[in-house]
């Protein structure tokens, strides 16, 4: 089996404490610079505090999204993590989205659905040390 493996990785500079930022167009990107035609792509960042999620690119519903994230953890809330660090929920969020995702390569492109769209999803922002990486695996 010829396994080629790929590996870019993207710096992020993030503004605010939350934010939802968009990257399908940069893995698009690496996927076409990979010319990798069949095989997968995996998104990763390698942080506590911020995921990799999959979801539509519409205001509405990344504004439900972080609304939602915040009635499941309040910040408020007791947390021994906070004796050391003052950012339990941005863990306990990024726990629920999870810090990669695996999208399958078909014939040079990503199989995305219509409405799907490949997001950095900061937790404890502002910071500007965050990357995400992007591995593209030939089949
Ligand atoms: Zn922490």
Same mark, same amino acid.
């Given at each position: 089996m010829d396994l080629k493996i790929n590996q870019q990785t993207k710096p992020m500079d993030i503004k605010s404490r939350v934010e939802l930022i968009d990257i399908t167009s940069y893995v698009e990107k690496e996927v076409e610079n990979s010319r990798v035609r069949e095989g997968v792509c995996i998104i990763t960042t390698p942080h506590t505090c911020a995921g990799i999620i999959i979801n539509e690119n519409e205001p509405g519903i990344l504004l439900d999204i972080v609304n939602f994230l915040d009635k499941l953890v309040h910040s408020g809330e007791v947390y021994e993590h906070n004796k050391i660090d003052n950012n339990a929920d941005a863990h306990l969020k990024t726990l629920l989205l999870g810090s990669s995702e695996v999208i399958p390569v078909v014939e040079g492109k990503? #199989?995305? %659905?219509?409405?799907q769209s490949i997001f950095f999803a900061e937790? !404890? %922002?502002?910071? !500007? #040390?965050r990357r995400v990486n992007v591995i593209v695996i030939k089949k």
């Open positions: 990503l #199989e995305l %659905g219509a409405w937790m !404890d %922002g502002p910071r !500007d #040390e």
